[in-house]
């Protein structure tokens, strides 16, 4: 399994961002992205989730600071990523640095409005690494990205591991299951684990990664 993520890691854009209200309130810290400023790929998920404060390692981005740091998603894309060659080489962030709530514990979809209001964190995270390769993990990270070129995302699980060009952006995307939902949907992709990984860095080579 990998490291959870040093603490020095991160990229903190705007300390104390207070875009969203909504997600000020409920918030624990900003969940900044984090990895090698010169990341050959970076990963984007959608948001942080609430967190385990009784988890010490992994106690996940609204807790730690830090975006893809809980013990289910985030170590499971980080092994995914380590697995095919990228154990460090690889940019963690979110496309919403902060915790959504329902209202009942739990996270809720970002609203467009706050997906909007982050999205230039995120074209600043892309420029500062500037990496070959994005991989947004499930459907609202991969909508996020298609954003930046005024496109809407239809059927995405046939966009998985296929390479998008973002030209506004100069990278090319490659779209992933998000790891939370990874072992029910890959089956449906006609892959086991060992073929879904290979697949994956078929991908990265056409891509010039790997």
Do not use: Q
């Amino acid at each position: 399994m990998p490291e959870p993520p040093a603490a020095d890691d991160v990229l903190v854009l705007t300390p104390d961002c207070r875009r969203c209200p909504a997600l000020v309130a409920a918030r624990d810290r900003i969940a900044w992205g984090n990895g090698p400023r010169d990341a050959d790929v970076l990963v984007v998920g959608e948001a942080p989730a609430a967190g385990d404060p009784d988890d010490a390692e992994w106690p996940g981005g609204n807790r730690s600071g830090l975006a893809y740091t809980s013990r289910h998603s985030g170590r499971r894309v980080r092994s995914l990523l380590a697995s095919v060659g990228l154990d460090g080489r690889a940019f963690y962030t979110n496309a919403v640095k902060c915790f959504p709530p329902d209202g009942e514990g739990s996270n809720r979809e970002p609203t467009p409005t706050e997906r909007s209001n982050c999205r230039g964190h995120l074209r600043a995270e892309i420029e500062t690494v500037d990496p070959a390769v994005v991989l947004p993990t499930g459907k609202h990270a991969t909508a996020s990205l298609l954003a930046f070129e005024d496109r809407t995302l239809d059927g995405f699980l046939d966009h998985v591991l296929a390479p998008i060009e973002l030209p506004s952006l100069g990278v090319t995307a490659i779209p992933l299951l998000h790891p939370s939902y990874a072992d029910v949907w890959r089956s449906r992709l006609g892959h086991d684990r060992d073929s879904y990984r290979g697949a994956l860095s078929a991908a990265l080579r056409s891509c010039g990664v790997l």
